[in-house]
């Protein structure tokens, strides 16, 4: 067996291997997205029999996280190639991407990241009912998303569409500003379809939804969450230096769709 020379202090000063942890940080600054990030908290309503949250929960809205605090970063979003020798097309892949961002900013697993710098289109079904009483008394439904950019100069892409289901033959074009407003994700029918849904005795409305929106990530999994280096400093010590965050994120429709992002 041969003998492995010992490395000498020479070789450790003169042949160093460092990381530029502030390179990366330049690189997310300078070329970085501006993103909003919000913590996510599970929601207290969650039952310790089967640990779900209750359906009808007005703080989670059904989901089971409650997302917390809104502050701007910068990130380098990148997608997940995919390898068709591995048939990867599944659901399970789809809506997925790359983040990096500085340590310092310390995401968390399930944090909400919004695009501030982007915008995209979706297409999805919200169920409104009556909530509340009174003089509180609506109609309305929740999107997925917030939407963004309702009315659009004539000769522009349409950004907002919705239209009500009346029988397997007919539907109506709803009008924004007429039919419905929003407040955030919440659709809002007039008072008149409010009255119209009471006097028909039927418990909801069918509408199917068309808008735009930035887009909106959950994170997944923080793939790289120690990255420590040491790296010689000025004084000829070595300091400890933290690497950038890396982690898998994916589109919040894939995950918080379904009933609890509409609660019954």
């Given at each position: 067996?041969?003998?492995?020379?010992?490395?000498?202090?020479?070789?450790?000063?003169?042949?160093?291997?460092?990381?530029?942890?502030?390179?990366?940080?330049?690189?997310?600054?300078?070329?970085?997205?501006?993103?909003?990030?919000?913590?996510?908290?599970?929601?207290?309503?969650?039952?310790?029999?089967?640990?779900?949250?209750?359906?009808?929960?007005?703080?989670?809205?059904?989901?089971?996280?409650?997302?917390?605090?809104?502050?701007i970063l910068k990130g380098i979003i990148q997608a997940i190639n995919f390898n068709p020798k591995f048939q990867q097309y599944s659901e399970v892949n789809l809506g997925t991407a790359l983040l990096t961002t500085r340590?310092?900013?310390?995401?968390?697993?399930?944090?909400?990241?919004?695009?501030?710098?982007?915008?995209?289109?979706?297409?999805?079904?919200?169920?409104?009912?009556?909530?509340?009483?009174?003089?509180?008394?609506?109609?309305?439904?929740?999107?997925?998303?917030?939407?963004?950019?309702?009315?659009?100069?004539?000769?522009?892409?349409?950004?907002?569409?919705?239209?009500?289901?009346?029988?397997?033959?007919?539907?109506?074009?709803?009008?924004?500003?007429?039919?419905?407003?929003?407040?955030?994700?919440?659709?809002?029918?007039?008072?008149?379809?409010?009255?119209?849904?009471?006097?028909?005795?039927?418990?909801?409305?069918?509408?199917?939804?068309?808008?735009?929106?930035?887009?909106?990530?959950?994170?997944?999994?923080i793939q790289k969450n120690i990255r420590n280096s040491l790296v010689l400093n000025v004084g000829g010590g070595e300091e400890l230096r933290h690497l950038p965050i890396h982690c898998t994120i994916k589109k919040t429709?894939?995950?918080?769709?379904?009933?609890?992002?509409?609660?019954?």
């Amino acid at each position: 067996m041969g003998h492995t020379a010992p490395i000498t202090q020479q070789q450790l000063k003169s042949a160093r291997v460092d990381f530029k942890a502030d390179k990366f940080d330049i690189l997310v600054e300078q070329k970085g997205l501006k993103l909003t990030h919000q913590y996510s908290v599970k929601c207290s309503c969650i039952r310790e029999v089967n640990g779900s949250a209750l359906p009808n929960c007005e703080i989670c809205e059904g989901i089971g996280f409650t997302f917390n605090g809104s502050h701007i970063l910068k990130g380098i979003i990148q997608a997940i190639n995919f390898n068709p020798k591995f048939q990867q097309y599944s659901e399970v892949n789809l809506g997925t991407a790359l983040l990096t961002t500085r340590y310092t900013d310390r995401l968390g697993w399930y944090d909400k990241i919004i695009v501030d710098d982007g915008a995209t289109m979706f297409s999805e079904n919200i169920f409104p009912i009556i909530r509340g009483t009174g003089i509180t008394q609506k109609c309305s439904g929740l999107l997925t998303y917030v939407p963004i950019d309702f009315l659009q100069p004539l000769g522009s892409n349409v950004t907002m569409k919705a239209f009500l289901y009346v029988n397997t033959t007919t539907q109506t074009e709803l009008t924004y500003n007429t039919d419905y407003t929003f407040t955030g994700r919440e659709m809002i029918l007039s008072n008149a379809l409010r009255d119209a849904l009471i006097a028909s005795g039927k418990d909801k409305y069918y509408i199917g939804v068309r808008y735009k929106h930035k887009p909106e990530y959950i994170v997944m999994d923080i793939q790289k969450n120690i990255r420590n280096s040491l790296v010689l400093n000025v004084g000829g010590g070595e300091e400890l230096r933290h690497l950038p965050i890396h982690c898998t994120i994916k589109k919040t429709h894939y995950l918080l769709n379904g009933q609890g992002i509409t609660p019954p």
